[in-house]
């Protein structure tokens, strides 16, 4: 015989809340626990961004202080010692005199304690200098004082010798000229200096 299935639960009970019930401070707590937890974890991401890009700053700050200013300079004491000691021969290449402008030197000529160096980055001047940067007269007064003045400190400038206005010469036959902006002119300089009686 046919019969009707009908479902007739097993349990007629109700499901018990088994979620906590909290009162409204509980809760509001709480709430403000998540909101710092949240602040705390956006401070961590930002300081952890800076952190990198700190890192990164100093990395290159560093990089360009050792490049441009700590090796150059210790270069140049450990030429300098090369020069006055007389620990140099023809082509070599030193730096000499301060960062103004280039102050690479290829070594020319030696005769005895007389040493000469020619520079082989070259300096630029024109018509903002004051002069006719065509004239070697006015070239060579401008690199024996107001180049000279500049470019070498005095240790440098106790081994420089020659009269006053021709302290530091340059082959004209080397000088270019160019054009940006204003005509200006490149000249390599020449000079002699002379160790034997340099007092370390």
Do not use: C
């Not at 402008?101 to 040493?115: A, F, L, P, R």
Request: glycine share 4%; charged share 30%; aromatic share 14%.
């Amino acid at each position: 015989m046919k019969t009707e299935y009908s479902y007739e639960p097993s349990y007629t009970g109700t499901t018990p809340n088994t979620s906590p019930s909290y009162s409204r401070e509980k809760q509001e707590e709480i709430r403000q626990e998540l909101i710092r937890t949240e602040k705390r974890k956006r401070m961590i991401k930002r300081i952890a961004v800076i952190s990198v890009l700190a890192i990164v700053v100093l990395s290159f700050a560093t990089y360009l202080f050792m490049t441009k200013v700590y090796l150059p300079r210790s270069r140049r004491k450990a030429d300098f010692r090369k020069l006055v000691s007389q620990d140099v021969k023809v082509g070599d290449i030193v730096i000499f005199g301060e960062y103004e402008w280039d102050n690479t030197w290829y070594v020319n000529d030696i005769q005895g304690s007389k040493i000469q160096l020619l520079n082989i980055g070259g300096v630029n001047i024109g018509y903002s200098d004051g002069f006719d940067y065509n004239a070697p007269r006015a070239i060579e007064y401008w690199l024996s004082n107001d180049y000279y003045e500049v470019a070498f400190d005095e240790k440098d400038k106790d081994l420089i010798i020659g009269e006053w206005n021709k302290r530091i010469t340059y082959d004209n036959s080397t000088a270019q000229s160019y054009v940006i902006g204003i005509v200006k002119k490149t000249v390599y300089p020449s000079l002699w200096i002379d160790v034997e009686s340099y007092s370390k």
